[in-house]
C-alpha cells in the first residue's frame, strides 16, 4: 500500500481500535465517496457496521467486497474480523483460499486460509494448504499443520477406510524422510505417534518410544507416557509394564495411574496362542518385539502385595496409594477366585479405616469396598462400625465419625426396611452431633467452610429419605431448615445451597431458588453444566406478574457461553497450531462441538421459547422474533449428537445405597433428547403454521410412548399438538382460492393439480372430532389441577400442570391464530370457523378457573399455613435446639416467596389469555 | 493416592466441586486454553479412582535472562479432598518440568496475603516470600489490605546456584500491583 493510502486508512484504524464507529463510518463514508469501490474501505465499514451491530448491512457490504475477490493483506483482515462474528466461516475460507491461490508465497495468508479451514473443518483442504504452505515457506511447522489434518480427516468416521490408510501412508511416509526429526519438540512426536497408531504400526510407534529421545520425552510428559503405556498394552507387553510400574511405585511414585498399572498386569490372563501375544482387539498382529513371559497369577499377586505392605510399612499415613492398593488387590482376588493368604477384605477395610479415618475423603475410598461385601462380612462390617463411639470434641474425632456416619448409612438398608421414623430418628441424631461440633468451628471466619457442615447435609438427607418413604410435607420442610440453618454457620457450604435450591424448586418457592443459585456465583462454563439447577422445566416457574422476567434474563445469560464457546474455543485452536501444541488440538476441537452440541444449550432454548411465548400476545409477533426461532429450532434437529454435560455430581449423594438424593428431589424425570426433540418439533410446526408454512402432521404422542422423560402435563400437552394440527391443519394447507370447498369438508386438492398434503380428504367431522378432544385436554388439566389441589400435592406440581394449561392455551392460540378473524379460509358461520372460537372461549374459561384457584392458594400462604408450618417442624426446636424464630423467618420467607409465585402466574395467565 | 495427569479442556466441564469455592475463581474459556494451547505440561489435574476431579494446577513458563521462572497461577484442591498432599504433588510436577523442561532458575506464585494455608504450605515447599504486592486482587473478601495484596512467593530451581531468588525480609519489599504483569 502506498503510503498516502496508508495515511488515509490511518484515522480509520484510530476509530476502530478506540471503538469509536460512528466517527469510523464517517472517515470511511468520506472516503468511500472520492472512490466507491476501495475495497479495504469498504471491509473497514463492514467491520464498523459489525461492531455497531448493524450485522444485515455489515454482511450485505462483505457479500459485495467478497464478489471482488479481494486479496491484499488489510482487506483480508478487516474481512476475516467481520466474517467471523457473523458466523460466515466458509466465505472466510473461500476468501483465503482464492487469495491463497493468486499469492502462492504469501505465508501469512495460506495460514489464515488453513486456520479458516480447520474452524469448520474442511480437512481435505487445510491438507492441501499445509501441505502447499510447507513446501513454499519450508517451515516444519506447516508439515505438522498437514500432519494434524490429516488424523483429524482420519478420525473423522464419516472418512472410508481405504482413504484413511492411504492419506496415514502418506504422511507417514513424509514423516519418516524429514529432516529435523520429530522428537525435537514432545508435541511434534506426540503427532507422529498419533499417524502410526492411526496406521496401527505399533512396531514403528514402540521403537520410537524406547529410543533415548523417546524415553526422554517420557519422562517429562504424563501425556506421552499415557500413550507409551496404551503401546505397551496393545502389543500385550504386560511382562513389560508390570516391570515399569513395579519400579516406580518401588521409588515411591504414588500415582495412583501407576498402581493401575501394576494391578492390572498382575491379574491379565497370559497371552494365549503358545506365548504369542494377542492383542485385545483380536487383529493379527505383525511379530512382538521380544517380550518377557508373564509369571503364573498367584506369583503376581504375592509381587504385588509385598510391594503394597512393604510400602505400607514406610509411609504410615503419610500416603494412602499402598493401602488403597492392597484393598484393590484384595477385590480382584476375590473376583477371579484366587487364594492369596491374605486377610479378608473385611479386615483390611478395618485396617484401613483406622488409619485414614480422619481424611474425607476416606468414605469415598471405601465405598467401592463396601460395595463388594458379602452378606456375613456386612454384618462383621457394621458391628466394627457401631463399636466406635461417636466424637466429635476434636477435628480428627469430627472427621472420624463424619465418615463412620456416611459408611453406616451407606448400607443402611441392610437393616430391614426403611422405615420413615427411623430415617428421621437418624436425622436428628445427625443434628446432634452437627451441634456438637459447631464449636470446633466457632472462630472461622463466615466465608470459611464449617468443619460440621457435613452433618447437617446427612440430616437434610435423611429427611429426604423420610419424606420419599411416606412424602409427608413435614419432612421436606424440616430439610429447608436445617439446609437454611447450615447456611447461616457456613455461607460457602455449595451443596447445602444447591440441595435446598433443589427443595425451593419442588415447593415453589422460585424466587429464593434464583435467590440462592445467584449467590453460587456461577460464571462461564459452569452455566453450562450447572444451569440446569433452575433452569429445568423453569417455564413452570416463570409465568408471573408483568415486568418480572427474571427467568427469561437467566436463560439468557447461561446462554451467553455458547456464543462465548464459539469464538473463544475457536481463537484458542488457532494459538494451539501457532504454539504447535499438537496433543491439546483434538481436545480443544470435541470441547468446542461439546459445548456447540450442548444438550442444555438446546434445553435452555426451548424453555426460552416456551416462556417467551407464554409471556408474550401474539400480537406481538415481531418482537418475538419467529424466524430466528424457527432456525434455532431446526438446528436442535439437525444435531448429529446433542452431548449432556450437565454436572449431576455437584450434589453429593449421601443416601443409602440404592438411593439418589438427585432422583429424590427433581421436578419430574430427567428431560434429555427425545424431549428436545419433541418440543422442538412441536414449536416448529406451531410457528411455521404461524407463517403460513405446514408440514404434513406427525403424531408425536405415539413417538414418545416408551419414553420415560416426559411428565403425565408434557404427554398430555404433545397429544394436544397432535389433536390441533389434525383439526386445522389440513384446512389451514389448503391453498387459499380452494378454500371455500375446504370449508365445505368436500375439497379435493388433487383435482386441480396442487400438492396433496395429507393422503386422506379432511372431513368436517374429523376436524371437529379433533376440536373435541382439544377442549377436553382442558377440561382434564383442570380435573387433574383439582385433584393435586385435593391430595395437597407439591406447589410444584401444581404450577406444573397451570402451566402446562397455559402451554396449552399458547399452542391453540398458535394454531387458530390465522383464523381468528374471517378470512377467505374459513368462513363467518361456517362451522369449522365457529369451533375455533368455541375452542378459544373454552380454553380462556379454563385458563380463567386456574387462574382464580392460583389466587386463592396465594391466599393460603399467609398466616395459618405458617403457623402449620412452625407446628410441622416444632420437632427442630424441641429436640434440635432451633430457635423458634429462626423456624418462624424459613417459613416465612418461603411462603412469601410461594405467594408471589402463585399470585404472578395468576395474573400471567389473565394477562396471556386474553 | 489419585491419578495425577495432564488437565484437559474438557475437564472444565467437571470442576465444578473444586471452583465452586471461596479462594478460587472461575474464568473465562480462553483463559484456561491459553494455558492448555502454550504450556500443557505446567497443567494438571488430580483425579480421583471414582473419577471425579480433585484439584488442579495451572501454570507457565516466562521472563526473560535470570528472571526466566515456572509461574503457578491456579492451585486448588476440593475441600473434600485437602490435606492428602494433593497440592504437594501437583508443586513437585511443575518445579520438576521448570527445572528439567524449561531449564528455569525459580518457581514463583502470588498468594492472598491473608491466605495463611497456602502461605504456610508454600514455606513448607521451600519457598519465601520475594516481595509483597500491593492491591494485586482488587477486590478482597472482607479482610481488610491482607486481602488485596499478594505475596510473590519464590523458590530457587537448580539453575539458580546463587539462590538469587531468595531474599531475606521480602516481606519488607513493597512493589504495586500496576509494575507487576
Ligand atoms: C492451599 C491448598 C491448595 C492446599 O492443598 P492440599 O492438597 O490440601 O495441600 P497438601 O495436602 O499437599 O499439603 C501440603 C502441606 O501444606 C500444609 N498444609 C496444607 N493445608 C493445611 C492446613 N489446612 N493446615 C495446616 N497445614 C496445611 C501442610 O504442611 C501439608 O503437609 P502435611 O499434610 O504433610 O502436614 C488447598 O487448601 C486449597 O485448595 N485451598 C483453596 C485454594 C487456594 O487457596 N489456593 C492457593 C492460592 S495461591
Redesign the interface.
Known amino acids: 500500500m502506498d503510503p498516502l493510502e496508508e495515511r488515509q486508512l490511518k484515522p480509520i484504524y484510530a476509530a476502530l481500535e478506540t471503538n469509536s464507529l460512528k466517527s469510523a463510518l464517517q472517515h470511511c463514508n468520506k472516503l468511500l465517496k472520492k472512490r466507491p469501490n476501495w475495497d479495504v474501505v469498504k471491509a473497514l465499514k463492514a467491520l464498523a457496521l459489525q461492531r455497531g451491530l448493524k450485522t444485515d448491512e455489515a454482511s450485505a457490504l462483505c457479500d459485495e467486497i467478497l464478489k471482488n475477490k479481494p486479496s491484499d493483506e488489510s482487506t483480508l483482515l478487516a474481512l476475516n474480523l467481520t466474517l467471523r462474528p457473523l458466523g460466515r466461516h466458509q466465505d472466510i475460507v473461500t476468501l483465503y483460499d482464492d487469495a491463497f491461490k493468486r499469492h502462492p508465497d504469501n505465508e501469512e495468508i495460506g495460514a489464515q486460509a488453513f486456520l479458516a479451514m480447520i474452524k469448520v473443518r474442511s480437512w481435505k483442504t487445510a491438507q492441501q494448504v499445509g501441505l502447499k504452505l510447507w513446501k513454499t515457506v519450508k517451515h516444519d511447522r506447516y508439515l505438522y499443520w498437514y500432519l494434524m489434518s490429516v488424523t483429524q480427516q482420519a478420525a473423522d468416521p464419516e472418512t472410508p477406510d481405504a482413504m484413511r490408510k492411504v492419506l496415514l501412508n502418506v504422511a507417514a511416509r513424509y514423516l519418516a524422510t524429514a529432516d529435523v526429526p520429530s522428537w525435537v519438540a514432545?508435541?511434534r512426536f506426540y503427532l507422529h505417534i498419533s499417524v502410526l497408531l492411526g496406521l496401527d504400526d505399533v512396531e514403528t510407534a514402540r521403537q520410537l518410544m524406547k529410543s533415548q529421545k523417546g524415553e526422554e520425552l517420557c519422562?517429562?510428559?504424563?501425556?506421552l507416557e499415557?500413550t507409551r503405556a496404551e503401546l505397551a498394552q496393545k502389543v500385550s507387553d504386560w511382562e513389560g509394564e508390570r516391570r515399569r510400574a513395579r519400579g516406580k511405585i518401588e521409588q515411591g511414585d504414588?500415582?495412583?495411574?501407576i498402581?493401575?498399572a501394576l494391578l492390572d498386569s498382575t491379574f491379565v490372563a497370559p497371552p494365549s496362542v503358545n506365548g504369542q501375544a494377542v492383542p485385545p482387539d483380536g487383529e493379527a498382529e505383525k511379530k512382538p518385539d521380544a517380550m518377557e513371559e508373564l509369571p503364573p497369577v498367584p506369583e503376581r499377586v504375592s509381587e504385588a502385595q509385598a510391594v503394597f505392605s512393604k510400602l505400607v510399612a514406610s509411609v504410615g499415613r503419610?500416603?494412602?496409594?499402598p493401602s488403597?492398593g492392597l484393598l484393590e488387590l484384595e477385590k480382584r482376588v476375590r473376583a477371579q477366585q484366587i487364594a492369596s493368604g491374605s486377610p479378608a477384605l473385611v479386615d483390611q477395610m478395618t485396617v484401613y479405616l483406622e488409619k485414614f479415618s480422619e481424611?474425607?475423603?476416606c468414605f469415598?475410598?471405601l465405598?467401592?469396598y463396601v460395595e463388594a461385601l458379602d452378606e456375613k462380612e456386612l454384618v462383621k462390617w457394621t458391628d466394627h462400625l457401631r463399636s466406635w463411639t461417636p466424637d466429635v470434641t476434636t477435628l480428627q474425632a469430627l472427621e472420624t465419625t463424619m465418615n463412620i456416619q456416611k459408611l453406616l448409612r451407606y448400607r443402611q438398608t441392610i437393616e430391614g426396611d426403611l422405615a420413615p421414623e427411623k430415617e428421621a430418628e437418624q436425622a436428628f441424631a445427625y443434628l446432634k452431633l452437627y451441634r456438637d461440633a459447631l464449636p470446633l468451628g466457632k472462630d472461622l471466619?463466615p466465608?470459611?467452610?464449617q468443619p460440621a457442615d457435613d452433618f447437617s447435609f446427612l440430616a437434610a438427607q435423611a429427611l429426604i429419605g423420610a419424606w420419599s418413604l411416606d412424602h409427608q410435607l413435614k419432612y421436606l420442610l424440616q430439610a429447608v431448615c436445617v439446609l437454611e440453618y447450615g447456611l447461616q454457620k457456613s455461607e460457602?457450604a455449595?451443596p447445602l445451597r444447591l440441595l435446598l435450591i433443589c427443595l425451593y424448586r419442588l415447593l415453589g418457592a422460585s424466587s429464593l431458588c434464583l435467590e440462592h443459585y445467584r449467590a453460587?456465583?456461577v460464571?462461564?462454563?459452569?452455566h453450562?453444566?450447572?444451569s440446569w439447577l433452575v433452569l429445568n422445566r423453569a417455564t413452570t416457574f416463570s409465568t408471573c406478574a408483568s415486568g418480572d422476567i427474571s427467568y427469561l434474563t437467566e436463560c439468557l445469560e447461561a446462554s451467553a457461553?455458547y456464543a462465548?464457546?464459539w469464538t473463544?474455543?475457536g481463537?484458542?485452536i488457532t494459538?494451539?497450531f501457532q504454539?504447535e501444541?499438537y496433543?491439546?488440538i483434538p481436545?480443544?476441537l470435541?470441547?468446542e462441538e461439546?459445548i456447540e452440541n450442548s444438550l442444555q444449550r438446546d434445553l435452555i432454548r426451548i424453555e426460552h421459547l416456551r416462556m417467551t411465548l407464554t409471556h408474550e400476545l401474539l400480537n406481538n409477533v415481531e418482537m418475538l422474533g419467529i424466524p430466528q426461532e424457527i432456525q434455532d429450532l431446526e438446528l436442535n434437529l439437525q444435531r448429529k449428537s446433542n452431548p449432556d454435560?450437565r454436572?449431576f455430581?455437584?450434589i453429593p449423594n449421601l443416601q443409602p445405597l440404592g438411593q439418589d438424593i438427585l432422583r429424590q428431589t427433581e421436578l419430574g424425570p430427567q428431560s434429555k433428547v427425545a424431549w428436545v426433540n419433541v418440543f422442538s418439533k412441536i414449536y416448529l410446526r406451531s410457528l411455521r403454521g404461524l407463517s403460513n408454512v405446514h408440514i404434513a402432521p406427525e403424531s408425536f404422542t405415539s413417538s414418545i410412548e416408551g419414553s420415560e422423560e416426559f411428565t403425565k402435563a408434557e404427554r398430555a400437552v404433545i397429544t394436544l399438538s397432535d389433536d390441533l394440527l389434525e383439526w386445522l391443519a389440513p384446512i389451514a394447507a389448503l391453498p387459499a382460492e380452494r378454500d371455500s370447498k375446504a370449508a365445505n369438508g368436500h375439497s379435493n386438492s388433487t383435482e386441480s393439480g396442487s400438492k396433496t398434503l395429507f393422503e386422506t380428504e379432511p372431513t368436517k367431522e374429523v376436524a371437529l372430532e379433533a376440536s373435541k378432544r382439544v377442549t377436553q385436554f382442558f377440561d382434564d388439566q383442570w380435573a387433574e389441577m383439582q385433584k393435586l389441589v385435593e391430595v395437597d400435592a407439591l406447589p410444584w406440581e401444581i404450577l406444573h400442570i397451570a402451566s402446562i394449561a397455559l402451554e396449552g392455551f399458547v399452542l391453540v392460540d398458535l394454531v387458530t391464530y390465522p383464523f381468528k378473524v374471517p378470512s377467505g379460509r374459513a368462513k363467518k358461520g361456517d362451522p369449522v370457523f365457529q369451533s375455533v372460537k368455541t375452542v378459544r372461549q373454552h380454553a380462556v374459561d379454563a385458563l380463567r378457573k386456574f387462574s382464580d384457584e392460583l389466587t386463592r392458594l396465594s391466599h393460603d400462604c399467609g398466616s395459618k399455613p405458617l403457623a402449620d408450618f412452625e407446628a410441622l417442624c416444632a420437632p427442630l426446636v424441641k429436640d434440635a435446639e432451633f430457635k423458634p424464630d429462626f423456624v418462624h423467618r424459613v417459613g416465612k420467607k418461603l411462603f412469601e416467596s410461594r405467594k408471589k409465585m402463585m399470585e404472578g402466574m395468576a395474573k400471567g395467565i389473565v394477562r396471556r389469555c386474553t | 493416592m489419585s491419578v495425577l495427569r495432564p488437565f484437559r479442556a474438557t475437564d472444565l466441564f467437571r470442576f465444578n466441586n473444586i471452583n465452586l469455592d471461596p479462594w478460587t475463581e472461575t474464568y473465562s474459556i480462553s483463559f484456561y486454553l491459553s494455558y492448555l494451547s502454550r504450556w500443557p505440561d505446567m497443567c494438571y489435574v488430580q483425579e480421583a479412582p471414582n473419577g471425579r476431579l480433585m484439584g488442579y494446577v495451572l501454570g507457565k513458563a516466562e521472563g526473560g535472562g535470570q528472571e526466566f521462572h515456572g509461574h503457578v497461577t491456579a492451585i486448588t484442591v476440593s475441600p473434600q479432598y485437602r490435606r492428602l498432599g494433593l497440592a504437594r504433588g501437583m508443586m513437585r510436577l511443575i518445579e520438576q518440568i521448570s527445572d528439567e523442561v524449561y531449564h528455569a532458575f525459580f518457581v514463583d506464585l502470588f498468594v492472598r496475603c491473608q491466605n495463611k494455608i497456602a502461605k504456610n504450605m508454600y514455606q513448607g515447599l521451600g519457598y519465601s516470600v520475594w516481595r509483597r504486592i500491593i492491591g494485586y486482587y482488587g477486590t478482597g473478601m472482607g479482610g481488610g489490605k491482607d486481602d488485596e495484596d499478594a505475596f510473590d512467593m519464590r523458590k530457587p530451581l537448580s539453575r539458580d546456584a546463587a539462590r538469587r531468588s531468595v531474599r531475606a525480609n521480602g516481606e519488607l519489599v513493597h512493589v504495586s500491583a500496576h509494575n507487576v504483569t
Open positions: 514432545t508435541d519422562r517429562n510428559s504424563l501425556a499415557q504414588f500415582n495412583w495411574t498402581y493401575l503419610k500416603e494412602r496409594a488403597l481424611k474425607p475423603c469415598d475410598d465405598k467401592p471466619r466465608v470459611e467452610l460457602k455449595y453460587t456465583n460464571r462461564t462454563v459452569q453450562d453444566t450447572l457461553i462465548d464457546n473463544e474455543t481463537e484458542m494459538k494451539a504454539y501444541k496433543s491439546q481436545d480443544f470435541n470441547f461439546l454435560n454436572d455430581s455437584i
